[in-house]
């Protein structure tokens, strides 16, 4: 495809904002989505088999079975979003067919949804919302959904990239003290920046932070890194956020932790088995729930999506495409 002088074939496989679309439709050739569902596995492996490059999100679940069955033209695949870990990286270097991502443009909004679920939780504002919306509400009270002043509390980040630091910042303004664990340790003058406190150590971090908020990618090393005994380890009454992907917490642990009262909320954007939310998470008072909208905003959509063409762009003149997704970081 590189220099072929034509233009690449693309298949899209959801609905992306229209200035994306119409872009995409005068520099490339465009499959687009007649509608925004998800596609099934078959729907994937036929698009594979006469596209040079497949624009998935995700929603997609592109398996070895999907790259395997891939004609000879497919030689990228260039996500609609940062997370990768729907994309078989194995199974499409061995096929020699290149990944790409949209990075960076997301991190400001996530980072306010993580700050927002946080207060939420904290200050009751989903149940105070239903009380008022059933008209339950009897007027002001002394005592009536108290909840938790952030000023002066800890703030553990489970992963200090672009996003986790960007929370950070949002969260120092609210009075919390900042705390974090990373695979490696962040540079000095974020540190100081920030006046964070870097934990080697998770277990020894999540035991005494009163909010804990992840905020690293979904990899083979992050897979439940917050599990059943981990979660006993959290400090009683604590607050447990996800922006990132839902199987980083191990759910039917979380519920647990939940009902017996070890974590005293949650606000979760993100789901192990998402659509499906565990049916016991959607009666807690105590749990904020949001449909995977960190990213939902005007703004991130379209630069996602400018991504995505920079990318295909890139890659069809010849050059390494700018997002490349390097199967040594996963």
């Known amino acids: 495809?590189?220099?072929?002088?034509?233009?690449?074939?693309?298949?899209?496989?959801?609905?992306?904002?229209?200035?994306?679309?119409?872009?995409?439709?005068?520099?490339?050739?465009?499959?687009?989505?007649?509608?925004?569902?998800?596609?099934?596995?078959?729907?994937?492996?036929?698009?594979?088999?006469?596209?040079?490059?497949?624009?998935?999100?995700?929603?997609?679940?592109?398996?070895?079975?999907?790259?395997?069955?891939?004609?000879?033209?497919?030689?990228?695949?260039?996500?609609?979003?940062?997370?990768?870990?729907?994309i078989d990286l194995d199974a499409a270097q061995a096929k020699s067919?290149?990944?790409?991502?949209?990075?960076?443009?997301l991190t400001e909004d996530t980072a306010d949804m993580a700050m927002a679920l946080i207060l939420a939780v904290a200050r009751r504002i989903g149940e105070g919302q239903r009380l008022v919306r059933a008209q339950h509400w009897d007027g002001w009270s002394p005592t009536g959904l108290?909840?938790?002043?952030?000023?002066?509390?800890?703030?553990?980040?489970?992963?200090?990239?672009?996003?986790?630091?960007?929370?950070?910042?949002r969260a120092k303004a609210f009075g919390l003290a900042i705390h974090y664990h990373n695979r490696r340790r962040a540079a000095a003058d974020l540190e100081d920046e920030l006046e964070a406190t870097y934990w080697e150590s998770l277990n020894q971090m999540v035991a005494r932070m009163d909010v804990i908020s992840v905020n690293c990618p979904r990899t083979p090393a992050t897979y439940h890194?917050?599990?059943?005994?981990?979660?006993?380890?959290?400090?009683?009454?604590?607050?447990?956020?996800?922006?990132?992907?839902?199987?980083?917490?191990?759910?039917?642990?979380?519920?647990?932790?939940?009902?017996?009262?070890?974590?005293?909320?949650?606000?979760?954007?993100?789901?192990?088995?998402?659509?499906?939310?565990?049916?016991?998470?959607?009666k807690m008072e105590n749990v904020v729930l949001t449909p995977h909208i960190a990213s939902a905003t005007t703004e991130?959509?379209?630069?996602?999506?400018?991504?995505?063409?920079?990318?295909?762009?890139?890659?069809s003149d010849g050059h390494t495409p700018p997002d490349r997704v390097l199967h040594s970081m996963f």
Do not use: W
Request: hydrophobic content about 45%; charged content about 25%.
């Open 146 to 169: 108290m909840g938790s002043s952030l000023s002066g509390k800890r703030l553990g980040i489970v992963g200090m990239g672009r996003i986790g630091a960007s929370l950070a910042r």
């Open 225 to 282: 890194l917050l599990n059943a005994p981990r979660l006993q380890m959290v400090k009683r009454g604590a607050i447990v956020i996800n922006t990132s992907r839902g199987d980083v917490i191990e759910e039917a642990a979380l519920v647990r932790a939940l009902v017996d009262g070890r974590i005293g909320g949650a606000g979760l954007d993100v789901y192990e088995h998402e659509p499906v939310v565990t049916p016991k998470l959607l």
């Open 300 to 315: 991130a959509r379209i630069a996602m999506g400018e991504k995505v063409i920079a990318n295909i762009r890139s890659f």
């Open 1 to 86: 495809m590189p220099n072929s002088g034509a233009r690449p074939k693309v298949f899209v496989t959801r609905k992306l904002p229209e200035s994306v679309e119409t872009r995409m439709m005068e520099l490339f050739d465009a499959t687009l989505a007649d509608d925004d569902a998800p596609l099934g596995k078959e729907a994937l492996i036929e698009a594979v088999q006469d596209c040079d490059v497949l624009a998935p999100t995700v929603t997609d679940r592109i398996d070895a079975d999907v790259i395997r069955a891939a004609g000879p033209r497919l030689k990228l695949i260039a996500n609609y979003g940062a997370g990768v870990d729907h």
């Open 97 to 105: 067919v290149l990944v790409t991502n949209t990075p960076g443009v």
